[in-house]
């Protein structure tokens, strides 16, 4: 079986965009959630988000022209060409993958309506009546085929919030399997519009306050957790075979060596409240991996802040990690960037090359004290150093969507 490493990697996120700005706002705790600016949401009651607020601008008319009707387009694009150049490639070959997931450019609004509430249809107006756009779902994999050429296969994937980890793992496993020899594997979105953040407002699923003097409003795994807050941004990943890379004088940046993927279709939102999904995802990994749970260093929690996510995902981490989950230092990303639905699972395994490169852990800048039943080795407030080998990643979406990656520091 072929092993496959990590040759490049592109991110634009809230805390920063390009490897450097986003390794930088880890380690500083940098808080990305700030009030919106995109639109006038004055009209909502969600009012803060994790914007990107160095956004890149193509060079293209045309992608100049997609971006500024959907910034995601640009995200990606830029994303892409980071990890590319990263990994020096600069055209695709047939025996080569693109695996990029997004989240639906729209929804069915009208089956989350408030049910009676009596500013529910005029919520509904204003939301339907500003939201005037709708591309592709495949128009970021198109424009990079146009700056790239045609690999021997493209795919664009949907699965809600795990799609980001869910491309790099498929993308893994075409790599390792011999399908293909390269592949460009990662997660974009920004439901940062009227239409994304109140409809996310009607599952009332985000926090709707303010952090009020300089706290973090996402708050996973805190005792006083309110709810998620929106984000966005892309992170890509460049996958390739061990052996070709090292043959082509590349440097291997760490190595993924397991995934797990699992649907548990408890309910539209609300997880399986014993976490069973969660639970098979990690030891479908971890098998994967033909790994012991005893040799993970460090865990990415998926912890979006919510009630009902945090508790059943601590429940699985500590039923899986049963002999030694009092040690694994855990982390959440989402503290810094928000949920950015369908790039948060690649932008966190991102985040994972962040600590074995750099042998830090970034903090939950969320956290002052852990909630009921969130019990974990959490690394809160500050960045952590520690010298892990060995990173667990979760992402769970919509629909009991579940997915863990595992990578491991890249060896020549």
């Known amino acids: 079986m072929r092993r496959v490493a990590i040759t490049g990697f592109g991110i634009v996120s809230p805390i920063g965009?390009?490897?450097?700005?986003?390794?930088?706002?880890?380690?500083?705790?940098?808080?990305?959630?700030?009030?919106?600016?995109?639109?006038?949401?004055?009209?909502?009651?969600?009012?803060?988000?994790?914007?990107v607020k160095d956004t890149p601008e193509p060079a293209d008319e045309l992608e100049r022209d997609l971006a500024r009707r959907e910034p995601k387009i640009a995200f990606a694009l830029a994303a892409a060409a980071e990890a590319?150049?990263?990994?020096?490639?600069?055209?695709?070959?047939?025996?080569?993958?693109?695996?990029?997931?997004?989240?639906?450019?729209?929804?069915?609004?009208?089956?989350?309506?408030?049910?009676?509430?009596?500013?529910g249809d005029a919520l509904l107006r204003q939301l339907i009546a500003?939201?005037?756009?709708?591309?592709?779902?495949?128009?970021?994999?198109?424009?990079?085929?146009?700056?790239?050429?045609?690999?021997?296969?493209?795919?664009?994937?949907?699965?809600?919030?795990?799609?980001?980890?869910?491309?790099?793992?498929?993308?893994?496993?075409?790599?390792?399997?011999?399908r293909f020899t390269l592949a460009l594997a990662g997660g974009f979105d920004s439901m940062i519009n009227p239409l994304g953040v109140g409809g996310f407002q009607l599952l009332g699923a985000p926090a709707t306050g303010e952090p009020g003097n300089g706290a973090a409003l996402c708050?996973?795994?805190?005792?006083?957790?309110?709810?998620?807050?929106?984000?966005?941004?892309?992170?890509?990943?460049?996958?390739?075979?061990?052996?070709?890379?090292?043959?082509?004088?590349?440097?291997?940046?760490?190595?993924?060596?397991?995934?797990?993927?699992?649907?548990?279709?408890?309910?539209?939102?609300?997880?399986?409240?014993?976490?069973?999904?969660?639970?098979?995802?990690?030891?479908?990994?971890?098998?994967d991996a033909n790994l012991p749970p005893q040799a993970v260093d460090h865990i990415n929690a998926h912890g979006t802040g919510t009630q009902l996510n945090d508790p059943v995902e601590a429940r699985a981490i500590r039923r899986v990690f049963a002999d030694v989950w009092e040690r694994i230092p855990v982390t959440a990303v989402k503290s810094m960037t928000g949920h950015s639905i369908a790039a948060a699972g690649a932008i966190e395994a991102v985040a994972c090359l962040y600590t074995l490169l750099r042998g830090m852990i970034p903090p939950n800048i969320g956290l002052t004290k852990a909630g009921a039943d969130c019990e974990l080795n959490h690394v809160a407030q500050t960045a952590l150093p520690f010298a892990a080998r060995c990173v667990l990643t979760n992402s769970f979406g919509f629909g009991g969507q579940k997915a863990s990656l595992i990578l491991t520091r890249g060896a020549a």
Not at 20 to 39: D, S
Not at 100 to 118: H, K, V
């Open 130 to 178: 500003t939201y005037r756009w709708c591309l592709p779902l495949d128009t970021a994999l198109s424009r990079i085929r146009k700056r790239y050429g045609n690999p021997g296969q493209g795919v664009t994937n949907c699965s809600a919030c795990a799609v980001g980890a869910q491309t790099i793992g498929q993308a893994f496993h075409a790599v390792r399997d011999g």
């Open 17 to 51: 965009s390009g490897a450097a700005a986003f390794f930088a706002g880890l380690e500083a705790g940098r808080n990305g959630v700030a009030p919106i600016t995109r639109f006038d949401a004055s009209g909502l009651d969600v009012r803060y988000a994790g914007e």
């Open 84 to 119: 590319l150049a990263m990994a020096g490639v600069s055209a695709f070959s047939a025996a080569d993958l693109i695996h990029i997931g997004s989240s639906l450019e729209t929804f069915a609004i009208r089956d989350f309506s408030l049910q009676g509430s009596p500013d």
């Open 219 to 287: 708050r996973p795994f805190d005792a006083s957790r309110s709810g998620l807050v929106l984000g966005e941004g892309a992170a890509f990943v460049v996958l390739e075979e061990r052996e070709h890379a090292l043959a082509a004088g590349k440097t291997l940046l760490a190595e993924i060596v397991g995934f797990g993927s699992t649907l548990d279709a408890h309910g539209l939102s609300a997880p399986d409240p014993d976490g069973l999904g969660a639970e098979r995802a990690m030891r479908a990994a971890l098998s």
